[in-house]
């Protein structure tokens, strides 16, 4: 089922389990596994913390001292640093889905990652029952 998202930012990290685990409950699979996907070149997924807001902040503060936005790239478009993250977040998760719910761990949230927003973005969750 594709879900569309709004991002706000040039770089943010939404949090959307809610939404993933609506599309489970939805789908009334009981025992399965949740793909969720990024269709984006510059934009990405993770499962991280979602207690404490500054860990995300953290996290988007360490990857742009790593890959800060203006580097000796190449790329004409001018946001390389955009694509290396999505790489390294990655363009899919998998959380398995027991008695009819996510298996996420008590601090574990779903992260849409943005790079290059603020644009209209669109992620995937395909729920398999087995
Ligand atoms: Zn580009």
């Known amino acids: 089922m594709r879900h569309r998202i709004q991002t ?4 943010q990290f939404i949090d959307i389990t809610d939404q993933v685990a609506a599309a489970v409950r939805n789908s009334e699979v009981r025992d399965g596994i949740a793909v969720i996907y990024v269709p984006h070149t510059t ?8 207690a404490d807001p500054d860990v995300v902040r953290d996290m988007l503060f360490a990857l ?3 890959y800060p936005v203006r580097g000796e790239y190449l790329h004409s478009e ?6 290396i993250k999505a790489s390294l977040m990655g363009s ?7 008695e009819g719910s996510l298996l996420l ?10 790079f290059d927003g603020p644009r209209n973005r ?4 395909k729920i398999i029952r087995g």
Not at 92 to 98: D, G, M
């Open 78 to 83: 001018g946001n390389s640093h955009a694509h």
């Open 64 to 66: 742009d001292k790593t």
């Open 43 to 50: 934009a990405g997924v993770t499962i991280n913390e979602n």
């Open 105 to 114: 761990g008590t601090w574990q949230g779903i992260y849409f990652c943005e």
């Open 122 to 125: 669109e992620y995937y969750v």
């Open 92 to 98: 899919s998760c998998t959380v398995i889905i027991e």
């Open 8 to 11: 706000t930012k040039t770089q």
